[in-house]
């Protein structure tokens, strides 16, 4: 279980898992020397961004990543960045693979993103949302010395 960060006024623990496809479906990370260029990229992208890259995972023709930021990136950015980023340069490291994929992109244009609580179930947010103004011992972020509740 990952540790909850601080910055400025801010409490936060946000982690996503997100996937996407390589162009046309090609089984292009199954070559180890792709894959292993790959999962670097993803490492230097995320220190560079001071993101939390938790896992990287494979079937070669797509990506899942287990990645935390901070608040300031939103979802969609945080995808864009580690999109575009690790595409120009695992072109950089391998232009022997533009001739596989016509157009010139590595991966392709969707993706799918779920995010991922800290200890908290979506049972456990919907329970506390409902008895919102019910409840008379309110509860404090452990984050903080002093009570946001």
């Not at 961004?49 to 608040?71: I, K, N, Q, R, S």
């Not at 991966?107 to 409840?135: A, R």
């Amino acid at each position: 279980m990952g540790k909850i960060k601080t910055a400025a006024h801010t409490c936060y623990y946000i982690r996503y898992h997100v996937v996407w496809v390589v162009k046309y479906r090609k089984n292009l990370l199954f070559r180890k020397e792709i894959d292993k260029t790959a999962r670097r990229i993803f490492q230097e992208i995320a220190e560079r961004y001071e993101f939390e890259l938790e896992m990287y995972g494979t079937d070669g023709d797509h990506v899942h990543l287990f990645v935390g930021a901070a608040p300031r990136y939103s979802p969609a950015r945080i995808t864009q960045i580690m999109k575009s980023v690790s595409a120009r340069e695992i072109f950089k490291a391998h232009p022997e693979i533009r001739k596989e994929l016509w157009g010139g992109e590595f991966w392709g244009d969707g993706y799918y993103l779920g995010t991922v609580g800290h200890e908290v179930t979506e049972s456990i947010v919907k329970g506390y949302i409902k008895n919102q103004g019910k409840e008379t011992n309110h509860k404090k972020f452990e984050c903080m010395q002093m009570s946001l509740f």
